[in-house]
């Protein structure tokens, strides 16, 4: 995780006082700063689930003490209120600034590779045809890393691009812990090693009308990719695809090609395992690493 990232959501027009940075509490956080609204009928809705069950927001909320990695008290204040309209400026301008390897996110190839860093291979070059399409979410067995055993085990079809492991991070609900944890489950380097050689995800993290869910995947997949096979995005539930023993050699493994497309820090439960359609959609930041992503999935 390289440089800090310093998102001004507007630019401040105003030389009109500055605010003391207090900003709204959001429900489930422990930032009580910010008093609600005085006015019943202004409730905020928040929801996980859209289109009657149809969409699911896999994105994690970004609140203050969401788990941050190596801290013990969560992500800390990240939202700033420079401009605000009680304090009399003509409208509310907000300020972020965090680490672009914070909760649900995307990796680059310049992450672990210092010379693609330098080359350029940011997230701004990552294919959106990757981080969009069909893809598998499945369960891994619990009470283990995701070694190359527990891989040959999932059995996952040929031609599958895109798979979201969900594990007992989710189980334990690591996410919504405070404190980083590093016995969260992740790849091992030969799970990593195993992935890379023997199956065609490259995101790790309907044009037909087939009836059978499997059938629709594997026809679409033939058109997609004329069965080449190739692993493009993988999707896990924590905040590191690499277990904590394996974190550098795992990422290694997985960034070298520059095809595999990393997503961490997924929200997955509460979702059945199966096929659906994912969506993820990361900010272009030129010459950043990582960054921030919205991902969700449709039945």
Not at 151 to 170: D, Q
Request: charged letters at 20%; glycine letters at 8%.
């Amino acid at each position: 995780m390289a440089s800090l990232l310093l998102l001004l959501l507007l630019s401040p027009l105003s030389t009109t006082a500055v605010s003391s940075g207090a900003y709204p509490t959001i429900p489930g956080s422990m930032d009580t700063s910010f008093p609600a609204s005085q006015d019943s009928k202004l409730i905020p809705i928040r929801r996980e689930v859209y289109g009657d069950g149809r969409i699911f927001d896999i994105t994690h909320r970004y609140t203050s003490d969401m788990p941050f990695m190596g801290s013990e008290n969560g992500l800390g204040q990240f939202l700033r209120l420079p401009e605000s309209m009680k304090n009399g400026s003509f409208a509310n301008i907000s300020e972020m600034k965090l680490i672009t390897h914070t909760g649900t996110h995307v990796d680059a190839p310049g992450h672990y590779y210092d010379h693609y860093f330098d080359a350029g291979f940011d997230v701004d070059t990552l294919d959106l045809e990757v981080l969009n399409g069909p893809g598998l979410l499945i369960d891994v067995p619990r009470g283990t890393n995701i070694t190359a055993e527990v891989m040959k085990s999932l059995h996952i079809p040929k031609g599958a691009r895109r798979v979201l492991f969900r594990t007992e991070n989710t189980d334990r609900r690591l996410m919504f812990k405070n404190q980083f944890d590093t016995s969260f489950v992740g790849f091992t380097t030969d799970g990593a090693k195993w992935l890379v050689d023997n199956t065609d995800i490259k995101l790790v993290g309907k044009l037909l009308t087939f009836f059978n869910p499997a059938l629709l995947f594997f026809s679409y997949v033939f058109l997609e990719t004329s069965m080449h096979l190739f692993l493009f995005n993988v999707g896990i539930d924590y905040l590191a695809v690499a277990a904590w023993s394996d974190l550098v050699p795992a990422h290694l493994v997985l960034l070298e090609s520059r095809e595999i497309i990393i997503v961490e820090g997924l929200k997955l439960d509460d979702i059945q395992p199966g096929l659906y359609s994912i969506h993820c959609l990361p900010l272009r930041l030129l010459g950043a690493e990582g960054s921030p992503a919205r991902c969700i999935l449709i039945k």
